[in-house]
């Protein structure tokens, strides 16, 4: 065993708890991190939602606090740079974090048997940049002529000084930079660690499915962060030293000139591979937890695995499909949508693998396994509407509308969101010590589940009726006027799924300092994270374990005593010939 | 001094993390300045005549030069790895004559830009300056990283902190420098050969 990582335990507050490069710490410095701008993005959500619900309405309560100038109302320049900054943060100052940097130091040691990260300070540097980044993104929002308001897509020319003298845009692009260095510095961090410091015993096939989706999003951290990281350097140099690479300014001067749909090019070359490292992880939980609940096997696992290492790969060959509407040549855009099609083969396979799984299962319906129920429903809805995106035909008439709002809200927000929370729920008690509260958690499913499906399948329908996306008064125009009361429903959905959340701000908060004292397996799982003590001590494995069967032997007639699990340092009993 | 816990060889199974680590890294930056080299490609073709005609191009032979020189600093270099890994002696000479030739190298791409700018191209002239000094911009700033990782790992030579006990850091500086390296045969391929 290497013992090249491990680490002294720390003694000062500030090596401790701030500046520690022990991965348990930094997985709930992350996790603090991602919640607080799960808060931040969830409110800017409900503004855009009061916005389009009631526009020129004076919002009670935030109106007075953010909009004092306009006596509340929120004005056309804010509003582009709320959902701006609400797609920015919530994918990569709350998702990310939070299922990524939270969950993916949380679990990998533990999950695979090492003692740490196998980069420490690489680990702790990969928070300290985020930190930055979303300092930096926070102080956008408060530069003279305020925060971007090119869509968290940022395209050209919305984007370059043609559009935006601020210095707001110049500074959303440095904090995407540099949250991208982050997500490098842990992919890199992750994948090593899932190649090197595996427990002796623990072959690739003994790794649980959610360490599998981790690996594979390190895998495209690592490959597609870099382009958004060159997109956005080109981004600033076009906006601070004058450079022509999006701005097509120079057309008298030498014939050329810059091309915003460079920018394009570049962008969906990182954000498709973008929407699969927000969901990849999502699904190996939601495979791992599914199981753990049926107590059952996971079905065809190695199936599972190589559907998502087809995703993996087919995600970076996939992205011309969000811009069918720029022009791209017709041979182009055709195998843009033949690839796009063929993407939802490995996702059916994973849906007919998780369903195959809780079929006939002795379900236990806690409140992680209702959030990996969830995520089959809410990302089948946004995986089935993703086929009329992916056609050129349909693509043409619902490009910027409502329908794509929806769709990839169920499927890379919702999906990850709600995969997220079933984490959450599930790894809280080895965390912390202590379990979430049932019933509220109960309470929070319930009451996201069910706003969540009305908000976006009515944004189905006002998208499918014509309605476009980032127009900030609806009512303006008298096409759109007779489709308001769908935006009112959408909000009025939208305010219940907010107040839902509050119920988890309480239950966190609570059960963090107050709840139930959990057991050290409270729900009889046999992966390596629960045979450890609660709370893990600094070292996590005193000896490093010897694996020896794998993550999902659930009720197997070999498992001895009379249990329906066992844990994968246990061996299965001889099977009698 | 150098002490008996220090001279200890270092784990073999440490220096593959170190090197696997460096080799991920490297291939992330390579898909960073793959993107430079493919927007390059796009405008190069949007812009249809290229160079575009009637404007002062960097220096040519200057270039040549530089790449020739840049390509020997990372022979010397990787002479002076050779070295560290045996232990034998003059590996930190050879080191200092990689970083040296390194700083020469730095002092010819500010030639190529100064002498760019004195015919009057600034980074604002168009889509083929945007391009050669971006690129070359961002390139540099890897130079620059780069050189201060050789003289870290030549301070560490030095005092002994780095040496055969304890290799990974200076192979993977090295394998940082020979990157760039690389990056810039391209960049030069780019703008003087096609």
Known sequence: MSGDHIHPEPTSFLRKHVFSVDHKV????????????????????????????????????????????TGGVIDPASYNTLFTMHGTIM???????????????????????????IFPLLNMLSFWTVMLGGAVA???????????????????????????????????????????ASSIMGGINYMTTVIRLRAPGMRWTDLPLTIWGLFFTAV?????????????ILLVLDRVFGTQFYVP???????????????????????????????????????????????????????????????????????????????????????????????????????????????????????????????????????LTGLYLATISTDIYLHDTYFVVGHFHLTMAASALFATFGAIYFWFPKMFGRKLNETLGKIHFWGSLVPLTIVFCTMFV????????????????????????????????????????????????????????????????????????????????KEIPNVVCGPHEFSNPAIPDGKDWIYQTEPLAEQPA | MATAVELQREDPRARVNATLGMVFFIGSWSMAFGTLFLSYFILRQRVGIWPPPGIALPSFPMAAAATLVLLLSSVVLHRAVARVRRGAPGAAALWAAATA???????????????????????????????????????????AC?????????????????????????????????????????????????
């Open chain 1, 249 to 383: 300014a120079s057309i008298m001067a030498g014939g050329g000139g810059g091309d915003p749909i460079l920018y394009q090019h570049l962008f969906w070359i990182f954000g498709h591979p973008e929407v699969y490292i927000l969901i990849l992880p999502a699904w190996g939980i939601v495979s791992d937890l599914l199981s753990f609940f049926a107590r059952k096997p996971a079905f065809a696992y190695r199936v599972t695995v190589g559907a998502m290492m087809a995703v993996t790969v087919l995600s970076a060959v996939v992205y011309g499909h969000h811009m069918f509407t720029t022009g791209l040549s017709a041979m182009l855009g055709e195998s843009f949508m033949l690839l796009t099609m063929i993407i939802s083969v490995p996702g059916e396979i994973l849906f007919f693998n998780w369903l195959h799984t809780i079929w006939r299962g002795s379900l236990r319906m806690d409140t992680p396994m209702l959030f990996a129920l969830s995520v089959i429903f809410v990302f089948g809805l946004g995986g």
């Open chain 2, 101 to 143: 030739i390194g700083v020469l190298f730095a002092g010819m791409q500010a030639w190529l830009w100064y002498d760019l700018v004195l015919s009057g191209r600034t980074v604002e002239s168009g889509a083929y300056e945007s391009l050669f000094f971006g690129l070359t911009w961002v390139h540099a700033a890897h130079v």
């Open chain 1, 91 to 117: 994918i990569f100052l709350g998702l990310t974090p939070l299922m990524i940097g939270c969950f993916g130091n949380w679990c990998i040691p533990l999950m695979i048997g090492a003692r740490d990260m």
């Open chain 1, 220 to 232: 495209l951290n690592v490959l597609f962060l870099p382009v958004i990281g060159s997109a956005m």
């Open chain 1, 138 to 180: 926070f102080y956008s929002l408060f530069v003279p002529l305020g925060g971007s308001e090119a869509g968290w897509t940022g395209y050209p020319t919305l984007s370059t000084t043609v559009a935006n003298q601020g210095t707001g845009e110049t500074l959303w692009a440095v904090a995407v930079f540099l949250i991208g």
């Open chain 1, 462 to 541: 006002s998208g499918y009726a014509g309605m476009p996306r980032r127009y900030y008064d609806h009512t303006s125009a008298d096409y759109l006027k007779p489709l308001q009361h769908l935006n009112v429903t959408t909000s009025l959905a939208a305010f219940t799924l907010g107040i839902a959340q509050l119920v988890f701000a309480f239950n966190f908060i609570k059960s963090r300092w107050w709840g139930e004292k959990a057991s050290e397996n409270p729900w009889e799982v046999g992966t390596l994270e629960w045979t450890l003590p609660t709370p893990v001590p600094h070292y996590n494995f």
């Open chain 2, 146 to 194: 780069g050189l201060v990782a050789l003289l870290w790992m030549q301070v560490g030579l030095l005092t002994g902190r780095y040496g055969v006990h304890r290799i990974s850091p200076v192979s993977n500086a090295a394998m940082f420098w020979h990157f760039v390296d690389v990056v810039w045969v391209v960049l030069f391929v780019a703008f003087f050969v096609l």
């Open chain 1, 26 to 69: 930094i997985a709930k410095q992350f996790m603090w991190f991602g919640l607080f701008w799960l808060l931040i993005g969830g409110i800017m959500a409900m503004l855009i939602r009061w916005q389009l619900a009631y526009p020129g309405t004076p919002m009670p309560v935030f109106g007075k606090l953010f909009f004092s100038s």
